[in-house]
């Protein structure tokens, strides 16, 4: 069965073509059951088995003893962890994905220009909800020294904080709460101001709003005809803070003083389940 389009990803970039498909009966532990299977010109090990290997045979890794164990096998199956490098590079399979085309890229590439905005956009604020924390009226106050920095990020850092306070996100505070700040260095090399607010984080109480599933979300793309990423931008600031709540956010800033949030910053507790309860 040629399978057109379709390609098996590797941890290393590399690529293979599926060239065909095919049903084979493949035994395990005395166990038959018939899998569909990708066919490929090389690949460095004789077969790799994925996700739908474990739903058919209804197997179970036990990693603490490398035993597998199979559904109506009367024994387990040891496992034997691959560690050379040649044999670990094919490692994912990404059955049936395929680059775009370029008359298919120019299209979405107008569908994108024609819908989002062009330039620099202002980051709203929301009045459908408001980030609210909750800690133990008899929990004492979290106040941290900050961590220092060097020079260079320190000026980085400076510079996020006026960005973030001329745009209304922060404000000054006198708030008996502190906690420092961590420079998190990204994909291109540049830094993002973040809060570490763990100390915070353990003494708050956390809302039961759901975050969504990963398994759920992967089985609603299986019928997608395209697959992209998206990355938004500052997407928790179009929240705004509770009155009240703002004191708990309250972080350092070495050379600056002290500041608090008006809009809900990442790394609160509940922060990653209220954005997508916000509607």
Known sequence: MPTFGAQAKAYDGRTESIIGRAELPVQVAGVTHTLNVALVNSMDDECLLGADFYRTFNAIV???????????????????????????????????????????REEIRQLVDRILPTGEVPVGC????????IVDESQRPVKQRYYPVSKKLEEDMHSQVRELLAAGHIRRSSSEWSSPVVM????????????DYRKLNAVTKVSAY?????DIILRKLQSAKFITTLDLSAAFH?????????????????GLGLFEWTRMPYGVAGGAGHLPGTR
């Open 126 to 133: 929301t009045s459908w909800a408001e980030h609210r924390i």
């Open 210 to 214: 759901p975050i969504p599933n990963m």
């Open 62 to 104: 036990h990693p603490r003893e490398n035993l597998l164990q199979i559904e109506g096998a009367s024994e387990r199956v040891a496992l034997e962890a691959v560690t050379s490098g040649k044999s670990s590079r094919i490692c994912s399979l990404q059955i049936g994905l395929s680059e775009i085309t370029e008359l298919q």
């Open 184 to 195: 998190v260095r990204k994909a291109n090399g540049s830094y993002r101001l973040c809060i």
């Open 238 to 254: 179009p929240v705004p803070m509770s009155a009240g709540s703002e004191k708990y956010t309250a972080f350092t800033v070495p």
